[in-house]
């Protein structure tokens, strides 16, 4: 009966040992994955915040020429607005089918109008990924529409852009310099500020959006998974046999065949899941090359 209680206390020491090990080498390994991801989040929402300036002049470009009425086809503009207004959204895909500058016009005011929005109540956010995506669509927009568009044109007053009261031509004038763009040193004029768009969209706005998308990329779910695994392990193996030694139950011989189990299936589950990480590590590492 003695020797039986000490192979009984030696397989429980052995188990409380070898457990003590994997949890001791997994939980400062997955403290280290969480926080190596939080450094990665804080570095690319600094990177993110330093273009947010020259993305805000690009917008604060489109909001000060969107303030002047160069627009000829103002009952059409006034219907598109009255339904905006009423939020009849199918009222509106019928208006745009009809006149289609209307395209244009809704990504001058979408984009002004967020602009506004931000301005007025002080709105100092981070852009979201699908943010971004709007305004690459709407940016994409205002330069397809007019440089590989020519039925766009007959709807814009051009004599009114060419007639811009000094206050309009001054605010927009500071704009451009802002953005240091190729553009600055040209008139202005429906193409340039088209060509700006093109500009900001394809160095800007979709560099943000690889930004965006890799800060709300989440946090990989194997990782959790294997918290949970060191979890059950610390339980399974170290909590419940110190117990068991404690108290010694009588049926500690089947309760400590159900442990066995249980920690051979997370030491299994743990080798597994740590070289599906690895694994998933590496083709991220080569997708980016």
Same mark, same amino acid.
């Given at each position: 009966?003695?020797?039986? #209680?000490?192979?009984f206390?030696?397989? +429980?020491?052995?188990?409380?040992?070898?457990?003590?090990i994997?949890?001791?080498?997994?939980?400062?390994l *997955?403290?280290?994955? @969480?926080?190596?991801?939080k450094?990665?989040?804080?570095?690319i /929402?600094k990177?993110?915040?330093?273009?947010?300036?020259?993305f805000?002049?690009?917008?604060?470009?489109?909001? &000060? @020429?969107?303030?002047?009425?160069?627009?000829?086809?103002?009952?059409?503009?006034?219907?598109?607005?009255?339904?905006?207004?009423?939020?009849?959204?199918?009222?509106?895909?019928?208006?745009? &089918?009809?006149y289609?500058?209307?395209?244009?016009?809704?990504?001058?005011k979408?984009?002004?109008?967020?602009?506004?929005e931000?301005? *007025?109540?002080? &709105?100092?956010? @981070?852009?979201t990924h699908?943010d *971004? /995506?709007?305004?690459?669509?709407?940016?994409?927009r205002?330069?397809?529409?007019?440089?590989?568009r020519k039925?766009?044109?007959?709807?814009?007053d051009?004599?009114?852009?060419?007639?811009?009261?000094?206050?309009?031509?001054?605010?927009i004038?500071?704009s451009?310099?802002?953005?240091?763009?190729?553009?600055?040193?040209?008139e *202005?004029?429906?193409?340039?500020?088209? #060509?700006?768009?093109?500009e900001?969209?394809?160095?800007?706005?979709?560099? +943000?959006? #690889?930004?965006?998308?890799?800060?709300?990329?989440?946090? &990989?779910?194997?990782?959790?998974?294997?918290?949970?695994?060191?979890?059950?392990?610390?339980?399974?193996?170290?909590? +419940?046999?110190?117990?068991? /030694?404690?108290?010694?139950?009588?049926?500690?011989?089947?309760?400590?065949q159900?442990?066995?189990?249980?920690?051979?299936?997370?030491?299994?589950?743990?080798?597994? /899941?740590?070289g599906?990480? @690895?694994?998933?590590?590496?083709?991220?590492?080569?997708?980016?090359?």
């Open positions: 009966m003695e020797v039986n #209680d000490n192979n206390e030696t397989l +429980l020491s052995s188990i409380i040992t070898s457990t003590s994997m949890v001791a080498v997994g939980i400062p *997955i403290l280290y994955i @969480v926080a190596n991801y450094s990665k989040r804080e570095d /929402l990177e993110m915040k330093s273009i947010y300036p020259k805000n002049y690009f917008r604060e470009l489109i909001y &000060n @020429v969107f303030q002047i009425d160069f627009w000829k086809n103002t009952k059409a503009i006034s219907k598109y607005e009255n339904s905006a207004r009423l939020g009849n959204k199918e009222e509106m895909a019928l208006l745009i &089918n009809e289609e500058f209307l395209n244009l016009y809704s990504s001058y979408y984009i002004s109008e967020k602009y506004s931000e301005i *007025i109540y002080n &709105n100092k956010r @981070v852009f699908h *971004i /995506l709007e305004y690459i669509v709407h940016a994409n205002i330069w397809y529409a007019i440089t590989c039925d766009y044109l007959p709807e814009i051009m004599e009114r852009l060419n007639n811009l009261k000094s206050f309009e031509k001054k605010r004038t500071e451009i310099a802002k953005l240091e763009t190729e553009e600055e040193s040209k *202005i004029s429906i193409f340039q500020i088209a #060509d700006i768009s093109g900001m969209e394809g160095t800007i706005i979709d560099s +943000l959006s #690889d930004l965006t998308w890799y800060y709300e990329k989440p946090l &990989n779910p194997i990782v959790k998974h294997l918290s949970w695994l060191m979890a059950l392990s610390f339980v399974a193996g170290v909590i +419940l046999p110190l117990l068991i /030694l404690m108290y010694k139950p009588s049926c500690s011989c089947i309760i400590i159900i442990l066995l189990w249980i920690i051979i299936c997370c030491f299994i589950s743990t080798i597994f /899941l740590t599906k990480y @690895v694994k998933s590590i590496y083709n991220q590492k080569n997708e980016i090359t």
